[in-house]
């Protein structure tokens, strides 16, 4: 090495392979200062940024998660009240239902009863004007029977007690005679 700082003394020119020290010396000062300044102004003002982007995240995850779970627990609270008014619309629903059926059936009962009140009065309506037709026939057949009897007998049957006495003798003997053919028929 003797012999490479000699040579450039001598003013022989410098090989590029080898460097020269006072660069080095002087490269190695200019670094040492740039560490120094680096590390006391710069990386704490990174450690400082990259502490509160950690802290923003970290909070903004934290603030995250803690609206995810008020999200949640409305979510849940929202599907319990649907739950509940579909069960509340079913209720309603099935006492509709049972309402609807109890008036059907209130509805045929009603329908029945009048029904039933129609064919009562009609029989009852029946039932007079038939006790009125016979009162009416047995006058009629009373009259024609005494008319008839009067002029068989040749002597007038005009008294009202004798009148009556045989037409309900022969309306009786009528309805004995009809009832037993009647009932030989059947």
Same mark, same amino acid.
């Given at each position: ?52 982007? +950690? $802290? ?6 934290? =603030?995250?998660? #803690?609206?995810? @779970? !008020?999200?949640? &627990? ?49 029989? +009852? $309506? ?6 009125? =037709?016979?009162? #009416?026939?047995? @006058? !009629?057949?009373? &009259? ?43």
């Amino acid at each position: 090495m003797d012999h490479i700082v000699l040579a450039a003394a001598e003013g022989e020119t410098h090989s590029p392979v080898l460097p020269v020290w006072s660069e080095v010396i002087l490269a190695l000062i200019v670094f040492a200062i740039l560490f120094v300044l680096m590390r006391k102004f710069v990386v704490p003002n990174f450690e400082k940024t990259f502490a509160e982007r +950690t $802290q923003a995240i970290e909070g903004g995850l934290s =603030a995250a998660e #803690s609206k995810q @779970a !008020e999200a949640d &627990a409305k979510l849940a609270e929202l599907e319990k009240q649907l739950a509940d008014a579909r069960h509340e619309a079913a209720r309603i629903r099935e006492e509709a239902r049972e309402q609807g059926a109890a008036i059907i059936a209130e509805m045929r009962e009603q329908a029945q009863a009048e029904s039933t009140r129609i064919v009562e009065h009609g029989k +009852t $309506q029946i039932e007079a004007e038939r006790q009125q =037709a016979v009162t #009416s026939l047995r @006058a !009629e057949v009373g &009259a024609l029977a005494t008319g008839l009897a009067g002029r068989i007998v040749g002597e007038s049957l005009d008294d009202e007690a004798r009148q009556s006495r045989v037409v309900d003798r022969f309306l009786t003997e009528l309805e004995t005679q009809g009832g037993s053919t009647s009932g030989s028929v059947n």
